[in-house]
């Protein structure tokens, strides 16, 4: 039946206080009990899912939720393991992956198998999706209330896929599973927790096409990830 509709309402509660934060309102009061149990959303290990990932892709399938639905031609579920030690998670689909309905297909995607070659494996061993699941008119970041229709979702994805770790791809990615608002060169390089998963955000595949120079820092931030997982054995 899905997970239960309390969870996402946490969630979305979870991902406003956050946004209040952020813009400097401090909310309203509460006891000190309920300030312990907010400040402990976000720890420990998520709740087991009870839907798949085909049942999650069948619910989004004609998803109107945000303004975005208006000029695409498909939309990008993702793809991959459906249980891989490995997500790459990205900003949102581009002009290739609006064509085809896959993720990471472009240019920027051909750079993508090619780290994940790097690394031992194959594109087929991880699953790729991305935060906003249409494509932003000509490429465009991702605005608030995109990311907020959408964003329950992809949570709901990386519980049905449970995996050992979590690249995000770029600052939309980063930001959205550290819950920060910081840029990516500063969050790059390190590990957080998103529910018990070890997640290293890293610059996007499109931006290295951009700027070449910083393919040696993804590359030591995705040496990271493999000496998490094992894989240090596994290059090529």
């Given at each position: 039946?899905g997970?239960?509709?309390?969870?996402?309402l946490?969630d979305?509660?979870e991902?406003?206080?956050?946004?209040?934060?952020?813009?400097g309102?401090?909310?309203?009061?509460?006891?000190e009990?309920t300030?312990?149990i907010i400040?402990?959303?976000?720890?420990g290990p998520?709740?087991?899912?009870?839907?798949?990932?085909?049942e999650l892709a069948?619910?989004l399938?004609d998803?109107?939720r945000?303004?975005?639905?208006?000029e695409r031609?498909h939309?990008?579920?993702?793809?991959g393991?459906?249980?891989?030690?490995?997500v790459?998670?990205?900003?949102?689909?581009?002009?290739?992956?609006?064509?085809?309905?896959?993720?990471?297909?472009g240019?920027a995607?051909?750079?993508?198998?090619?780290?994940?070659?790097a690394?031992?494996?194959?594109?087929d061993q991880?699953?790729i999706?991305n935060?906003?699941k249409c494509?932003?008119?000509e490429?465009?970041?991702?605005?608030?209330d995109?990311i907020?229709?959408?964003?329950p979702?992809?949570?709901r994805?990386?519980?049905?896929?449970e995996?050992?770790?979590i690249?995000a791809?770029?600052?939309?990615?980063?930001?959205f599973?550290?819950?920060?608002r910081r840029?990516?060169?500063?969050?790059?390089?390190?590990?957080?927790?998103?529910?018990?998963?070890?997640?290293?955000?890293?610059?996007?595949p499109?931006?290295?096409?951009?700027?070449?120079?910083?393919?040696?820092a993804?590359?030591e931030?995705?040496?990271?990830?493999m000496?998490?997982?094992?894989?240090?054995g596994?290059a090529?």
């Amino acid at each position: 039946m899905g997970i239960p509709p309390i969870y996402t309402l946490l969630d979305n509660i979870e991902h406003s206080l956050r946004r209040m934060a952020e813009a400097g309102r401090t909310g309203f009061d509460v006891s000190e009990d309920t300030l312990a149990i907010i400040d402990g959303w976000g720890s420990g290990p998520p709740q087991k899912s009870r839907e798949t990932l085909s049942e999650l892709a069948a619910e989004l399938e004609d998803c109107r939720r945000c303004r975005l639905h208006r000029e695409r031609e498909h939309l990008v579920f993702g793809e991959g393991a459906p249980h891989p030690r490995l997500v790459f998670v990205g900003e949102g689909p581009g002009f290739e992956e609006d064509r085809q309905g896959r993720p990471f297909v472009g240019p920027a995607g051909a750079l993508l198998t090619r780290i994940i070659r790097a690394m031992g494996l194959a594109r087929d061993q991880v699953y790729i999706c991305n935060v906003v699941k249409c494509r932003p008119p000509e490429n465009r970041t991702p605005q608030g209330d995109e990311i907020d229709a959408c964003g329950p979702f992809l949570r709901r994805q990386l519980l049905a896929l449970e995996p050992a770790c979590i690249c995000a791809l770029g600052a939309v990615a980063a930001q959205f599973l550290t819950g920060t608002r910081r840029g990516i060169s500063e969050l790059r390089g390190r590990f957080f927790d998103y529910h018990g998963i070890p997640v290293m955000p890293t610059f996007h595949p499109a931006y290295l096409l951009r700027n070449p120079e910083r393919k040696r820092a993804v590359w030591e931030d995705i040496q990271q990830i493999m000496g998490r997982l094992g894989l240090e054995g596994r290059a090529q």
